[in-house]
């Protein structure tokens, strides 16, 4: 059978030479292609540098970084030479420590103040305490440690574990002793430092405290569901002003997550896209029916176009948004024009591509009633290319929304410069993660916005070329 | 003339004014959102302008002035300028170039794992998709910055930040090639018993290799402009370059890169669009 199909085969091939040579020669093509691309592949990998991931990738960091935008951290601090003076604090911030006499803010639970016998607890969520005496730190009831721990400072004052000298290694993990430090990091979510001059605790929980009303707030001891309840209750919280106005001011100038001025500047980012969008959309109309050869017989005019286009684009937005800030400064205004400007060569040339590729029956249809040119232009060619138009520019108001934040991060402002700052801190990473759920959620919502107007302006949201 | 009408002629005409009305106050609403948009839009551009807008259009031309006066100044001298930075042109085309390919690959990948008619199982679809939703939405520039925060300034997180964005982004166009293509060649080789592997590697591929090259190309176009920004935050390249040389107000040297830049972009259009044109014979 199989030997049958070969002689067949073989008869087909002397029958039909040239189609065989011909796949071969293709194929052999596409192999040359792709042991090409494979070279520059591997060139690529040393070039820049992939090899070195492993080595500038600090697991570390990473783990902070990203341990520090799903959660929140109390510092609790004393001090050596005044061990009854313990300071707590929210994220070590001087301004938002717990107890302080003028405000009304009360020691959180899991710190318990004894006399210093028994020593002041400090509570973990996984049950393990750290106990602070005048003279020493107890670690105890770890889980997964048999036994529990004692830091001292020796004669020069320099901490120490003690007995550490009788432990084995693998005992002493979590551990990480230098000459001025002994720190003590079970998990990520538990960390006690003991320095020479002082004790510094942190104490990790999940979630984003005070992401609705500051720690100074005085709506801070509600939630937001009963504060959003004690808007209709005619007993004021403040005597200053009603409860509806203090609950929307409190949460617009929230310091922790200032929602007021990244909303602001979120608002900001969308005005460039949108207004970019419609701008370049504006200005892109009239141009395309200019540079289409079957509405304008200058031939000398669409080509200046055309290259105007050309130029219009390929000056990235990068540039203009660059010349627009030295001349409007950092404000929407930069970005709506470097958006306007780059789109209108975009939009240009494809509208301009769309008009080309009309039907000429219709417009023909128009001139036979004896219409004028410019009624079979509006009665022949619009019709016809008015979804391209809505849906290509709708398409762009996506993409131009993430091109406004790149915009803002460049000097525009926005959310873009927002996020670029909050990253530059180096510890408000809360705040980063926030911003960039922020992003994400806009740009999808635009994604969405702009394929449902497809839908009930056009019919169909996929984008249409022609 | 409406007396003369039989009456169903008389409802047809009202059906159409009717329709008329309806289109027209359609459009109109559309109109009246449109200028409201405009207007708001404004409002919030003026509040948050640092400066005036009539200023900004009167101050328009000076940079690109002063940047031209920089370089007549220069005369001859000017053209070393240029050749300069071209090592730095090349080693953003780098970037853009192999973070294309890889997220060319991983977007096939994804692509496969997406597409209703390669795949039955309708949780594995939704997942890639909502995945690829969230690797194509995030700006490129959101990523790099935070790999730029945890490597330290190099080439590495642009070439990561854009990986991710082109996976994402090509995934969703290439599912819909995928699920767009004709069926027959598949049912033919299911008929004769191929592996899955075999239908997609013999029915599937030959049908939207052009498209997915074409679109690759285009990537590669719009990649060149990202890893250039990219490169203002501190991924290397002619973009970190730029960045420095307007920090120090050099004109001559800053116009030369945008000249290189614009070039770039320019040919890389024009070539692009030549390649898509003899792969699947339309420009778009």
């Given at each position: 059978?199989?030997?049958?199909?070969?002689?067949?085969?073989?008869?087909?091939?002397?029958?039909?030479?040239?189609?065989?040579?011909?796949?071969?020669?293709?194929?052999?093509k596409?192999?040359?292609?792709?042991?090409?691309?494979?070279?520059?592949?591997?060139i690529?990998?040393?070039?820049?540098?992939?090899?070195?991931?492993?080595?500038?990738?600090?697991?570390?960091?990473?783990?902070?970084?990203?341990l520090?935008t799903?959660?929140?951290?109390?510092?609790?601090?004393?001090?050596?030479?005044?061990?009854?003076d313990?300071?707590?604090?929210?994220?070590?911030?001087?301004?938002?420590?717990?107890?302080?006499?003028?405000?009304d803010?009360?020691?959180?639970?899991?710190?318990?103040?004894?006399?210093?016998?028994?020593?002041?607890?400090?509570?973990?969520?996984?049950?393990?305490?750290?106990?602070?005496?005048?003279?020493r730190?107890?670690?105890?009831?770890?889980?997964?440690?048999?036994?529990?721990?004692?830091?001292?400072?020796?004669?020069?004052?320099?901490?120490?574990?003690?007995?550490?000298?009788?432990?084995?290694?693998d005992?002493?993990?979590?551990?990480?002793?230098?000459?001025?430090?002994?720190?003590?990091?079970?998990?990520?979510?538990?960390?006690?430092?003991?320095?020479?001059?002082?004790v510094?605790?942190?104490?990790?929980?999940?979630?984003?405290?005070?992401?609705?009303?500051?720690?100074?707030?005085?709506?801070?001891?509600?939630?937001?569901?009963?504060?959003?309840?004690?808007?209709?209750?005619?007993?004021?919280?403040?005597?200053?002003?009603?409860?509806?106005?203090?609950?929307?001011?409190?949460?617009?100038d929230?310091?922790?997550?200032?929602h007021?001025?990244?909303?602001?500047a979120?608002?900001?980012?969308?005005?460039?896209?949108v207004?970019?969008t419609?701008?370049?959309?504006?200005?892109?109309?009239?141009?395309?029916?200019?540079?289409?050869?079957?509405?304008?017989?200058?031939?000398?005019?669409?080509?200046?176009?055309?290259?105007?286009?050309?130029?219009?684009?390929?000056?990235?937005?990068?540039?203009?948004?660059?010349?627009?800030?030295r001349?409007?400064?950092?404000?929407?205004?930069?970005?709506?024009?470097?958006?306007?400007?780059?789109?209108?060569?975009?939009?240009?040339?494809?509208?301009?591509?769309?008009i080309?590729?009309?039907?000429?029956?219709?417009?023909?249809?128009?001139?036979?009633?004896?219409?004028?040119?410019?009624?079979?232009?509006?009665?022949?060619?619009?019709?016809?290319?008015?979804?391209?138009?809505?849906?290509?520019?709708l398409?762009?108001?996506?993409?131009?929304?993430?091109?406004?934040?790149?915009?803002?991060?460049?000097?525009?402002?926005?959310?873009?410069?927002?996020?670029?700052?909050?990253?530059?801190?180096?510890?408000?990473?809360?705040?980063?993660?926030?911003?960039?759920i922020?992003?994400?959620?806009?740009v999808?919502?635009?994604?969405r916005?702009?394929?449902?107007l497809?839908?009930?302006?056009?019919?169909?949201?996929?984008?249409?070329?022609? | 003339?409406?007396?003369?009408?039989?009456?169903?002629?008389?409802?047809?005409?009202?059906?159409?004014?009717?329709?008329?009305?309806?289109r027209?106050?359609?459009?109109?609403?559309?109109?009246?959102?449109?200028?409201?948009?405009?207007?708001?839009?404004?409002?919030?551009?003026?509040?948050?302008?640092?400066?005036?807008?009539?200023?900004?259009?009167?101050?328009?031309?000076?940079?690109?002035?002063?940047?031209?006066?920089?370089?007549?100044?220069?005369?001859?001298?000017?053209?070393?300028?240029?050749?300069?930075?071209?090592?730095?042109?090349?080693?953003?085309?780098?970037?853009?170039?192999?973070?294309t390919?890889?997220?060319?690959?991983?977007?096939?990948?994804?692509?496969?794992?997406?597409?209703?008619?390669?795949?039955?199982?309708?949780?594995?679809?939704?997942?890639?998709?909502?995945?690829?939703?969230?690797?194509r939405?995030?700006?490129t520039?959101?990523?790099?910055?935070?790999?730029?925060?945890?490597?330290?300034?190099?080439?590495?997180?642009?070439?990561?930040?854009?990986?991710?964005?082109?996976?994402?982004?090509?995934?969703?166009?290439?599912?819909?090639?995928?699920?767009?293509?004709?069926?027959?060649?598949?049912?033919?080789?299911?008929?004769?018993?191929?592996?899955?592997?075999?239908?997609?590697?013999?029915?599937?591929?030959?049908q939207?290799?052009?498209?997915?090259?074409?679109?690759?190309?285009?990537?590669?176009?719009?990649?060149?402009r990202?890893?250039?920004?990219?490169?203002?935050?501190?991924?290397?390249?002619?973009g970190?370059?730029?960045?420095?040389?307007?920090?120090?107000?050099?004109?001559?040297?800053?116009?030369?890169?945008?000249?290189?830049?614009?070039?770039?972009?320019?040919?890389?259009?024009?070539?692009?669009?030549?390649?898509?044109?003899?792969?699947?014979?339309?420009?778009?």
């Amino acid at each position: 059978m199989s030997s049958s199909l070969a002689i067949e085969r073989d008869n087909i091939r002397k029958l039909f030479p040239d189609t065989f040579n011909q796949a071969r020669k293709s194929r052999i093509k596409g192999q040359i292609i792709f042991f090409l691309i494979l070279i520059y592949l591997i060139i690529g990998f040393f070039t820049l540098d992939v090899v070195d991931i492993p080595k500038k990738w600090k697991p570390q960091n990473a783990a902070m970084f990203v341990l520090d935008t799903y959660a929140h951290k109390d510092h609790v601090t004393m001090k050596w030479e005044n061990p009854d003076d313990i300071k707590i604090a929210f994220e070590g911030n001087y301004r938002s420590v717990y107890g302080r006499d003028n405000l009304d803010k009360s020691i959180p639970e899991w710190f318990y103040k004894n006399s210093d016998n028994i020593g002041n607890v400090i509570e973990f969520n996984n049950e393990g305490k750290a106990i602070l005496y005048k003279d020493r730190v107890e670690i105890v009831n770890f889980p997964k440690y048999e036994r529990d721990f004692t830091i001292k400072l020796n004669t020069n004052g320099k901490p120490y574990v003690v007995g550490s000298e009788n432990l084995a290694k693998d005992d002493l993990k979590g551990f990480r002793i230098t000459e001025n430090r002994v720190e003590f990091r079970p998990t990520l979510h538990e960390r006690v430092q003991v320095y020479p001059k002082k004790v510094e605790i942190h104490r990790y929980s999940i979630g984003w405290k005070y992401f609705w009303f500051d720690f100074s707030s005085p709506l801070e001891p509600y939630s937001f569901f009963e504060a959003l309840g004690l808007t209709f209750s005619k007993e004021r919280v403040v005597p200053e002003m009603s409860n509806l106005k203090l609950f929307l001011t409190e949460i617009k100038d929230n310091e922790a997550f200032m929602h007021g001025r990244v909303w602001w500047a979120m608002l900001e980012t969308i005005v460039m896209a949108v207004l970019g969008t419609m701008f370049a959309t504006v200005m892109a109309l009239p141009l395309s029916f200019l540079a289409a050869y079957n509405v304008t017989p200058i031939k000398a005019l669409r080509f200046t176009l055309r290259r105007l286009f050309d130029t219009l684009r390929g000056i990235d937005f990068l540039i203009w948004s660059l010349i627009f800030l030295r001349a409007f400064g950092p404000g929407p205004f930069t970005g709506i024009f470097a958006i306007g400007f780059t789109d209108t060569g975009t939009l240009g040339k494809l509208y301009s591509e769309a008009i080309e590729n009309t039907e000429k029956k219709q417009q023909e249809g128009v001139q036979s009633t004896g219409a004028s040119k410019f009624l079979q232009h509006r009665f022949g060619i619009i019709p016809q290319i008015l979804p391209i138009f809505v849906s290509q520019s709708l398409y762009y108001l996506e993409s131009n929304t993430r091109g406004a934040v790149i915009i803002g991060a460049m000097g525009a402002g926005g959310i873009g410069l927002q996020f670029l700052g909050a990253l530059g801190t180096g510890n408000d990473f809360e705040n980063v993660a926030y911003m960039a759920i922020l992003v994400l959620a806009v740009v999808i919502f635009m994604d969405r916005l702009s394929a449902w107007l497809r839908r009930i302006l056009i019919g169909t949201d996929q984008l249409i070329v022609r | 003339m409406s007396k003369a009408l039989p009456a169903n002629l008389e409802q047809i005409e009202v059906n159409l004014k009717k329709l008329t009305n309806q289109r027209t106050r359609s459009s109109l609403l559309g109109i009246a959102i449109l200028i409201l948009v405009f207007f708001s839009g404004t409002l919030v551009s003026l509040e948050a302008n640092a400066g005036s807008f009539g200023r900004g259009i009167a101050n328009f031309f000076n940079y690109p002035r002063d940047l031209f006066i920089d370089t007549f100044e220069m005369g001859w001298k000017y053209w070393p300028r240029v050749v300069k930075y071209i090592p730095e042109l090349i080693t953003t085309l780098n970037i853009a170039l192999f973070s294309t390919s890889i997220g060319f690959v991983l977007a096939v990948i994804f692509a496969i794992f997406s597409s209703r008619n390669l795949i039955r199982n309708k949780r594995v679809i939704q997942f890639t998709k909502f995945f690829m939703d969230v690797t194509r939405s995030f700006p490129t520039l959101i990523i790099a910055m935070v790999f730029l925060y945890l490597m330290g300034k190099s080439s590495l997180p642009a070439v990561i930040a854009i990986t991710i964005h082109t996976a994402g982004a090509l995934g969703k166009l290439f599912t819909e090639a995928i699920e767009n293509c004709d069926g027959k060649p598949i049912e033919g080789l299911s008929s004769v018993g191929a592996t899955w592997t075999q239908k997609i590697r013999f029915s599937v591929l030959p049908q939207v290799l052009p498209l997915f090259l074409s679109y690759g190309i285009l990537r590669l176009e719009i990649n060149v402009r990202e890893s250039t920004i990219l490169g203002f935050v501190g991924a290397g390249g002619i973009g970190e370059m730029l960045a420095a040389l307007i920090q120090w107000n050099y004109g001559a040297d800053v116009l030369a890169c945008m000249f290189l830049l614009v070039g770039t972009i320019i040919a890389l259009d024009y070539l692009s669009a030549y390649w898509r044109h003899n792969l699947i014979g339309v420009n778009q």
